[in-house]
């Protein structure tokens, strides 16, 4: 989450920033594994993390799954996968 903060304060000033994504808030969010308190600040970071996705220059995910859940939240981008 501090990542998608420092993103938010940087990108207006014109640096290139490319976002690499392990796992989604989202494909947590759906696990239910997760505490009742990270179930509740979920929305919260899922919206951020769109923000943030839809801002990035360029996408990179670590897997086939992680690309899916990465469309669902920025709407068709082109993510380069590294297995």
Known sequence: MSSYLFF???KEKGIKYI????NTYL???E??????FYNLIY????????LVLRRSDKITAVSRST????????KGR????IE
């Open 43 to 50: 929305p919260f970071l899922i919206n951020l993390e769109k």
């Open 27 to 29: 494909q947590r969010a």
């Open 8 to 10: 938010l304060l940087i």
């Open 67 to 74: 690309r899916n859940y990465i469309n669902e939240l920025s």
């Open 78 to 81: 082109d993510i380069d996968i």
């Open 31 to 36: 696990s239910k594994k997760e505490s009742v």
């Open 19 to 22: 976002t690499t994504v392990h």
